[in-house]
Structure formats: structure tokens, C-alpha cells
């Protein structure tokens, strides 16, 4: 009876250790500058320390002073944000009309991580989110479907209200940042 038992837990155990891996960010090497990653329903691009940048034009940080975002990295960023971002989009600047709301369609967003280092040491990680989820709704009203994948250089979208925005999260204090919706900051 006490072998049944113990075999009983010791396969909810493992059923319980299956389901809590699942959680977990999935990296992959894209190439010699991007690595992939997929975490629950979001998909996206690391860009690596040695990705050819000059420089980004991120509010506040130095973007020469780059690193490479873990998968824990990108767990944490990914939490800051799901639990901030609501907050921090009140205004809903551009996200009027046919423009989603991004706190409400977060993981309709391909991602671009880059990891950099601001003025006081701390580690933030500027994502560069764009949208990925086109329907015929879309394309009949003549928005093209232009995704981005694994292997993508960095892009800057200056029009298209929502669909495309940006974020800092600092990983030291937790704090999301520097929200700009298409410019708009």
C-alpha cells in the first residue's frame, strides 16, 4: 500500500516538474548575433552583446555599454511587464480607433531584447515589441503583413500607432520605463 502511494506521488511529482519547465524561456542560436526565444506564448530575438549596433536611440541609457539576456533575464523582464505595463499605459497614447491596446494584446508582439547598461550599472533590457498577429480583417483593410522572425536585424517603425512600441525594464530595481508608442513618448 505504502509503494502504491509513494509511486503515486512520485508520478504527480514529475507530472508537476513537466508542467513548471514549460514556463521556462526557450533560447535558441539564430546565428553568431541573435539567439530566439520562445516563453509561454511570446515569441522573440536576443540580440547579443556583439551584434554590430552602433547605437540605439534608447531614452536615457548608453546603449555602447551592451550585454547578452540570459533566459532568467527574459523570464524577469517579461514578469516586470505583465505586472506594470497597465500602470504605465494609462494614457493610451495612439491606441485609438483600430489600434490595439498593448496591455490588453501583450502577447500579439514579436519581441526585440537588447540588453544595456545605464548610467548607474544597472542592467535594463530595451524590448522593441511589433506586431505579429494579422488577420484577413487586417489585410482587407490593407495593412500589410510584415512579421518579424528569429533572424531580423533591429527595427525602428515610425508610424502605425500601437502596433509598434518600445519599453525599457530595469532587472535591478524592477521597474519598467520609457514607454514610446511610435515616437510618442
Not at 508537476?16 to 521556462?24: D, H, P, Q, S
Not at 522593441?128 to 489585410?139: I, M, P, T, V
Not at 483593410?141 to 508610424?159: P, Q, S, T
Request: proline share 2%.
Amino acid at each position: 500500500m505504502i509503494q502504491k502511494a509513494m509511486k503515486g506521488m512520485i508520478c504527480m511529482l514529475l507530472i508537476f516538474y513537466g508542467i513548471a519547465c514549460k514556463n521556462k524561456a526557450h533560447l535558441f542560436d539564430v546565428d553568431e548575433y541573435r539567439i530566439g526565444v520562445k516563453h509561454r506564448s511570446i515569441r522573440g530575438t536576443i540580440f547579443k552583446q556583439s551584434y554590430p549596433f552602433n547605437r540605439f536611440f534608447v531614452n536615457d541609457v548608453d546603449s555602447t555599454f551592451r550585454w547578452t539576456p540570459t533566459a532568467e533575464d527574459i523570464e524577469l523582464a517579461e514578469k516586470i511587464l505583465c505586472q506594470q505595463i497597465a500602470e504605465l499605459n494609462a494614457d493610451r497614447v495612439n491606441q485609438v480607433d483600430n489600434c490595439p491596446t498593448i496591455h490588453k494584446h501583450l502577447s500579439k508582439y514579436f519581441r526585440q531584447y537588447v540588453g544595456i547598461t545605464n548610467d548607474n550599472g544597472q542592467r535594463v533590457i530595451h524590448v522593441n515589441f511589433y506586431w505579429s498577429r494579422y488577420s484577413l480583417w487586417d489585410k482587407w483593410r490593407g495593412i500589410n503583413d510584415d512579421r518579424l522572425r528569429f533572424w531580423d536585424d533591429y527595427e525602428v517603425v515610425f508610424d502605425g500607432c500601437s502596433y509598434y512600441w518600445q519599453v525599457n525594464i530595469n532587472l535591478d530595481n524592477m521597474i519598467l520605463s520609457d514607454l514610446s508608442i511610435n515616437g510618442i513618448s
